[in-house]
């Protein structure tokens, strides 16, 4: 009872309860492979190989001998990659689907990429090859650097932080370093609002700032007027994420930066949302002193999970001397690296380094790759269609989930929806897993926390018509099953290789070590 609709899908309607009625033999559903660990399907009697038996010499680290089995299981080379290929396929992966993870941007990644950041003299390089051999690489350092710098209206980047999060860092410790230099010490305070991502407060905290919440209005911005009557001498500077949390563009940025900078402080920007304004606005112009550029969102390249991330950052001519080592330079037709503070008055004032070398030279070349294959008119669109997108998510849901800032206007690149109006006991954990059994893999939930519940979608440019429509589909109908309390949505996922886990005793009690039932049993 399958009907092919206009977009082409082909929705079925599982009649409820039979399929988990019928047990196999294996425990697998068809292509769902029931696996087990590799512990436990291989012994460390067997191995796939046959070794001589290895003469026992006089032990080379003194008293540091292995005195048990090593307990590796043992397999030959086709289970060992039946095992591994069978786990790869319980995976999702964006490569698979629409991956609605807000706040992440899951984009398709470009396969132009890959081939550009395989080419040898891109792959094949050591950081510690000698400059002359390098130039090309130097150079694609350059060219992203100039392009970021342009993007974001900025005076310079540091281009080695490899996360978001390392970012945050380097920009925070410049903000440190700017004001040491000026004598004030005692600026200890960062405001950072109630919507921040968690690595905002950490980093604060782990450069040794107190933290403390700025409010949010109504309508989900930065509430000015407060901000404005904390500053003081106290304050180093604010850290915000714009476009926010809630996927909405803090519209008084200009001011905000105009209050923190006459208060004396400093504007750190999170800038992993970039991909909605990319092309559109330039943050520079807004005030800003330092923000991150999360390579591994805006650009592409692989990440959650997936690939290492990269986040130079950019920094504003008041921050631009505390910037760390190390740095591209050209001289004449030739690239160099400034090593050493020594190196000239520019870099007088570098606080050190964030990495022993230069960053991550694949993602530079799959970043500056995906921007070169845009070019700068094909930027601007992606900022675009990702706003586009996002909307057309929003608008197709607000008449079945709460999405509290709708009446406020259209959102950037994430929608918003909380868990108001649900029947008790239901929630937003019901929805992600029921979206588990269309498919999917879930919003990001309960982030950021000033919204109830909250589910956080951001769909990104690269999903089609189509498909936005097939997740609305499966979105839309799981939305209104927890709406009408549909019992079988509180123990959804029925269709995974697993149900509902203990999250909570898994994030809090992991077990990372498998031991033999036996052992286990003797170590409760
Ligand atoms: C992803 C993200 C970060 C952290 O970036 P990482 O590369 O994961 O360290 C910080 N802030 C926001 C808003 C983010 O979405």
Not at 41 to 56: A, H, L
Not at 217 to 238: H, N, S, W, Y
Not at 327 to 349: I, N, Q, S
Not at 446 to 466: D, R
Request: aromatic fraction near 6%; include cysteine; charge should be negative.
């Amino acid at each position: 009872m399958s009907t092919i609709n206009q977009s082409g899908w082909r929705p079925t309607t599982p009649e409820a309860g039979e399929a988990s009625d019928i047990s196999t033999f294996t425990g697998n559903r068809a292509l769902m492979l029931e696996e087990a660990l590799i512990f436990e399907i291989g012994s460390s009697e067997t191995t796939g190989v046959d070794f001589d038996s290895v003469p026992i010499g006089k032990p080379r680290f003194g008293d540091l001998y292995r005195d048990s089995e090593i307990g590796l299981p043992g397999l030959s080379e086709p289970e060992t990659v039946r095992h591994y290929t069978r786990l790869s396929r319980q995976n999702y992966a964006i490569d698979l689907g629409l991956f609605p993870l807000g706040s992440c941007t899951m984009k398709h990644n470009p396969r132009l990429n890959e081939r550009m950041a395989r080419l040898p003299g891109f792959a094949d390089i050591h950081p510690l090859a000698p400059v002359d051999t390098v130039q090309g690489a130097l150079e694609v350092i350059d060219q992203l650097a100039h392009w970021l710098i342009t993007l974001t209206g900025m005076q310079a980047v540091a281009m080695s932080p490899k996360a978001g999060a390392h970012g945050e860092l380097c920009g925070i410790l410049a903000i440190r370093s700017a004001l040491d230099a000026q004598g004030q010490q005692d600026r200890k305070i960062l405001l950072v609002p109630t919507s921040a991502h968690g690595t905002n407060p950490a980093t604060a905290a782990f450069a040794g700032f107190s933290v403390e919440d700025i409010p949010a209005t109504e309508d989900g911005r930065v509430d000015l007027e407060a901000l404005k009557a904390r500053l003081g001498p106290d304050i180093a500077g604010v850290m915000i994420t714009n476009p926010n949390t809630c996927g909405l563009f803090e519209r008084d940025m200009k001011a905000i930066s105009d209050a923190v900078h006459a208060a004396g402080g400093y504007v750190y920007c999170d800038g992993a949302n970039f991909n909605a304004i990319v092309g559109r606005v330039r943050p520079g112009d807004l005030g800003v002193d330092a923000m991150h550029i999360n390579l591994h969102k805006t650009f592409s390249t692989p990440h959650g999970g997936g690939g290492p991330g990269s986040g130079p950052v950019v920094l504003s001519a008041a921050l631009a001397p505390y910037a760390p080592l190390p740095f591209v330079e050209k001289d004449g037709d030739k690239f160099h690296l400034v090593e050493e503070e020594t190196a000239g008055e520019h870099h007088a004032g570098t606080f050190g380094r964030m990495t022993a070398f230069n960053g991550q030279m694949g993602m530079f070349t799959r970043a500056l790759t995906y921007i070169l294959s845009h070019g700068a008119d094909g930027l601007r669109q992606v900022a675009e269609d990702s706003v586009l997108n996002a909307n057309y998510i929003l608008r197709s849901m607000e008449d079945v989930l709460d999405a509290p800032f709708a009446k406020y206007g259209p959102c950037m690149h994430e929608a918003i929806f909380s868990d108001r109006g649900l029947p008790e006991g239901l929630s937003t954990i019901d929805i992600a897993k029921g979206l588990i059994d269309e498919g999917y893999h879930p919003m990001t939930v309960y982030f950021p926390l000033v919204v109830h519940g909250a589910m956080l979608v951001e769909p990104t440019e690269t999903e089609s018509k189509a498909t936005l429509d097939q997740f609305i589909g499966a979105f839309r109908s799981v939305a209104a099953r927890a709406k009408n309390g549909d019992p079988t949505i509180r123990t959804a996922p029925h269709f995974a290789p697993r149900r509902r886990l203990d999250e909570t005793l898994a994030a809090r009690k992991p077990v990372l070590a498998w031991k033999a039932p036996a052992a286990a049993e003797a170590a409760e």
